[in-house]
Structures are given as structure tokens and as C-alpha cells.
């Protein structure tokens, strides 16, 4: 069965550059989280929508960091003038209600910025 | 603000032997707990959860967790390890709109 997929699964990235990380939810899922994952840590919340609607970004470590979901399916995860801070494994996590208790992770995307 | 806090970064078991990993909690509602595992290069499985129904939850792989609010915990239990329990493995708390996670125990399961 189709589960979140994330691509690319590993991103090198000099200081400096952007990135956009992919998020593929569960089809009908109308919720979606970002969390980041330094290493050696767990997840740290990043943001949250309700279909197309960014209900909560409170977990953006920056203005640096954009997230959307233009038609409530896939969303992005933008990154701009990367960090070394930033490297760390991105998961997305879609789910069938508003609740997070209803959230099914990917398999994450891995940044490295050298 | 909810919270959870995992005691032990590292636990190491022998084949066979009880598992036991600590997750306390700190909640200023009622919370929804959960336990997860993760295998290198993987993403989150959820183990199981508590949504305040019975007090001892079985999830998959054999492991069970008990959520005793008198002592603020969910600890995480397996009768017998089995190899294939190596990974890491996260305790979390539902937030407002988030899950918020412990920093994790690796568990290592010496033959």
C-alpha cells in the first residue's frame, strides 16, 4: 500500500544554497506535520496544515524556513541559504483528522550541509 | 506545555530478556501517549497508544505499555527480547497541534 513518501531521501547542500525537500501524504489525508530530527535527538515539531491551510508554523527555526501545501496534498519544505545548523533528517507525517494522533510517518529526507 | 522526558539514552538486554523502557510524562490535560520505533534510515512506526481507554495497551511486536498516572508514566515493556527489537525507540505526548517526542533509547540486544 502507498504510505508518505519524501524525496529526495538524501540532500548535500553547500552553505548557502536552497533546498526544497518533497512531501507525498497518504491520498485523502487532510493532515500534514513537518518535524526535524537532529541527530541523535528526537523529532522537534516544525509546522502543521489542515489541507491547503498553514494552521500552525510556531516550530520554524527561522524565517529561513517555508513550508507550503498549495492544494492540500503535497507539501514542500523549503529551506533557503542553508546552515550547517540545518543539517539534520526532515520527516513528514500525514494523517486522517486534525488530530496528530492520527499521524503515519515517511521515511524522511537526510540534509547534510557542508 | 506537554511534555515527555525517556530515562536512559542506551539499554542493553540479552536475548530473551525482559525489556523495559521508561518514558514520565508531563501533562496539564489528560494526554494521548504514544510509543514508537525507528530503524537506522527509516521513518517513525508507531508501536502503540494511549487515548485514556484501558490503562495497559498492547501494541504490535509483542511490546505493551502501561500508563499509570499516579507516578506520570508509560513505560514500555517486552517479556522477551528478540534481535530484531534493536532500534531506536521514541515516547511522545500529543500536543496542540503537534507530537511532542523524548530524545530516545537505543536498545541493543546482545545474543
Known amino acids: 500500500g502507498a504510505g508518505v513518501s519524501q524525496s529526495p531521501r538524501y540532500k548535500v547542500a553547500k552553505r548557502g544554497q536552497d533546498v526544497a525537500l518533497r512531501c507525498d501524504p497518504i491520498?485523502?489525508?487532510?493532515?500534514l506535520f513537518w518535524y526535524q530530527q537532529a541527530l541523535g535527538q528526537g523529532p522537534e515539531f516544525l509546522t502543521y496544515f489542515q489541507n491547503e491551510a498553514q494552521l500552525d508554523k510556531s516550530g520554524l527555526p527561522s524565517d529561513r524556513f517555508f513550508a507550503e501545501r498549495p492544494e492540500g496534498s503535497v507539501s514542500t519544505l523549503k529551506i533557503q541559504r542553508t546552515q550547517q545548523e540545518d543539517s539534520a533528517v526532515y520527516l513528514c507525517a500525514s494523517g486522517t483528522s486534525g488530530r496528530p494522533d492520527t499521524q503515519y510517518f515517511g521515511p524522511g529526507t537526510r540534509l547534510t550541509v557542508l | 506545555a506537554q511534555s515527555v522526558t525517556q530515562l536512559g539514552s542506551h539499554v542493553s538486554v540479552s536475548e530473551g530478556a525482559l525489556v523495559l523502557l521508561r518514558c514520565n510524562y508531563s501533562?496539564?490535560?489528560?494526554?494521548?501517549l504514544f510509543w514508537y520505533v525507528q530503524y537506522p534510515n527509516q521513518g517513525l512506526q508507531l508501536l502503540l497508544k494511549y487515548t485514556s481507554a484501558a490503562t495497559l495497551v498492547k501494541g504490535i511486536n509483542g511490546f505493551e505499555a502501561e500508563f499509570k498516572k499516579s507516578e506520570t508514566s508509560f513505560h514500555l515493556t517486552k517479556p522477551s527480547a528478540h534481535m530484531s527489537d534493536a532500534a531506536e525507540y521514541f515516547c511522545a505526548v500529543t500536543g496542540n497541534n503537534d507530537m511532542r517526542f523524548g530524545a530516545g533509547t537505543r536498545l541493543t540486544v546482545k545474543p
Open positions: 491520498s485523502g489525508h487532510v493532515s
Open positions: 501533562s496539564s490535560v489528560p494526554p494521548y
